[in-house]
């Protein structure tokens, strides 16, 4: 079985882009996630976020950094994205 038919079957996984709000955990950072979406009834333009548990294999990513998520099997209770890249460091 090749790398594209696995994928076809397993469907696309979901990439994220956010900044790292939470590093105290072993192997786990959270990542909150911002979008600016339309207010369904008056139109404005409203600010959303939402916080995710990412497995971090080495412990690379730390607080204000900019990291790249995807989804993933459950790792634990509260686990279902993984960090792929770091894409900025906190200055």
């Known amino acids: 079985m090749s790398e594209d038919q696995t994928t076809l079957e397993r469907g696309a996984r979901k990439t994220r882009t956010g900044v790292v709000v939470s590093d105290k955990m072993d192997k786990t950072v959270l990542v909150r996630i911002d979008r600016q979406m339309r207010h369904a009834l008056y139109g404005k333009i409203v600010r959303r976020s ?40 906190a200055q």
């Open 50 to 89: 939402s916080k995710l548990a990412a497995h971090d294999e080495n412990n690379d990513a730390h607080v204000g950094d900019t990291v790249r998520v995807t989804e993933t099997r459950p790792l634990s209770k509260t686990k279902r994205w993984r960090v792929v890249e770091i894409v900025e460091r």
